[in-house]
Each structure stands twice: as structure tokens, then as C-alpha cells.
């Protein structure tokens, strides 16, 4: 399978735990993104990387977030303390660096928090 | 003003005709836009991207660009039951460059009725 992987890809968590969410892009892709979407709502931009560099992070992505891409592969995203309202389907992305790269989404990771 | 505005529908057309869906962005620097189609629990899957004035076909989908109006719509031809589905206008703002991020809009529900 050559698209982006995402795991879990469901997780229900109690309040307060802290949980962590894996995302493997389509391997030539430099650039990744973790967006954050509920109910009705489009998919909200959290962050993305070039390679394993952090480029822009969004004023949604608390200091409980936190994603890395260690070594330009695969990312992660923790939250830590986990709320109720953390509770929603987290997309990761990918793109190639390139004009007119597309980008291609994996299948979510669903977070209920309880 | 939001970004990216579309009108969240439902919007319901009868089977074999032309479905019609719109968006409007607010960064006159937009490079590129990109129409996703999600179906309920499902992540986005891209049906389409545009970069330059005009239109883009493939097979029954069509992108129509108008910078000038900052304005992207999406036709569908002989519309199917199975393109019934919630419709992503995605937009990468000038801020980031070609390669910035996404950003969505709410989404137009698509509904095909045999």
C-alpha cells in the first residue's frame, strides 16, 4: 500500500490521558500536515513539515499539542491531558515538493474522549 | 470573513443531472485549489486541482477557476447516487507559497436522488 497511513486509527481515551497519533506519508512526499476535523466542519490546518522541519504551526495547536517528524519520515502528534473537546477525527496529509504536488490524506485517526 | 466559504447545502439534484458547487476565497495571492469529496466517516479523497484561469476537466468533473473573482466551482455531470457526499474547496493561501498549507472550507453536502 502506497498511500499515507495512519494509526490508530480509532482511540478512546479517558480525560486527561495523554495519547499519540502515527502518521506515515507517501514516501517521496517532503511535506506533511496533521489537520484536526468535527462534526460538520471542514478539516482545520494544525501544523505541517518539510521534511522533519516544523514550518507553521496554527493558533489551534495548544501547548497540550505536540507533533514531530524525527527524521523526515513518518510524524507523530501527542496531546497531552486530553479534553472532551479534543474529541475529533485527526487527518494527516501529504504532498510533494513541487508546484502542482497534490495533496492525499490518509484515513484519520478517531478520538473520543470519555 | 472566513477564508474559504462555501454554501454547506444540502444540495439535491435528481439523478443524470448537472450538480453545481461553488466557493469563495478570500486571499486574492491564492495559487492553488483543490475540490475533496468526503463521504460520512470517511477522509477527504481528491477528485481535482487547479492552478490557472479557466477549466479543468476529467471524465464528469469539471474545476472552473475566475481568480480575478476569487471564485472556484466544481461541476458534476450526470450526477450519480454514489457521488452523494459532503464536497471540500481547499485553498493554499499566498501566505505559504505553493507548497503552504490547506485550507478548507465547511463543505457542501451533496445529496443524488435516484
Known amino acids: 500500500d502506497t498511500g499515507v497511513s495512519q494509526d490508530p486509527r480509532h482511540k478512546i481515551t479517558k480525560r486527561g490521558q495523554n495519547v499519540t497519533f502515527r502518521c506515515d506519508p507517501i514516501?517521496?512526499?517532503?511535506?506533511l500536515y496533521w489537520y484536526r476535523q468535527t462534526l460538520g466542519q471542514g478539516p482545520e490546518f494544525l501544523t505541517y513539515?518539510?521534511?522533519?522541519?516544523?514550518?507553521?504551526k496554527s493558533r489551534l495547536l495548544s501547548d497540550r499539542f505536540s507533533a514531530e517528524r524525527p527524521k523526515g519520515s513518518f510524524s507523530t502528534l501527542e496531546i497531552q491531558r486530553t479534553e472532551q473537546g479534543d474529541s475529533a477525527m485527526y487527518l494527516c496529509?501529504?504532498?510533494?515538493?513541487?508546484?502542482?504536488?497534490?495533496?492525499?490524506f490518509g484515513q484519520g485517526t478517531r478520538l473520543t474522549v470519555v | 470573513q472566513k477564508e474559504v466559504e462555501q454554501n454547506s447545502g444540502p444540495l439535491s439534484v435528481p439523478e443524470g443531472a448537472i450538480a453545481s458547487l461553488n466557493c469563495t476565497y478570500s486571499?486574492?495571492?491564492?495559487?492553488?485549489f483543490f475540490w475533496y469529496r468526503q463521504y460520512s466517516g470517511k477522509s477527504p479523497e481528491l477528485i481535482m486541482s487547479?492552478?490557472?484561469?479557466g477549466d479543468k476537466e476529467d471524465g464528469r468533473f469539471t474545476a472552473q477557476l475566475n481568480k480575478a473573482s476569487q471564485y472556484v466551482s466544481l461541476l458534476i455531470r450526470d450526477s450519480q447516487p454514489s457521488d452523494s457526499a459532503t464536497y471540500l474547496c481547499?485553498?493554499?493561501?499566498?501566505?505559504?507559497?505553493?507548497?503552504?498549507?490547506?485550507?478548507f472550507g465547511k463543505g457542501t453536502k451533496l445529496s443524488v436522488k435516484p
Open positions: 496529509a501529504s504532498r510533494v515538493l513541487r508546484t502542482g504536488g497534490d495533496a492525499f
Open positions: 487547479i492552478y490557472s484561469n
Open positions: 514516501s517521496e512526499h517532503n511535506r
Open positions: 481547499a485553498v493554499n493561501p499566498a501566505r505559504g507559497g505553493s507548497q503552504g498549507n490547506l485550507i
Open positions: 513539515f518539510q521534511n522533519e522541519a516544523q514550518l507553521e
Open positions: 486571499d486574492r495571492g491564492s495559487q492553488s
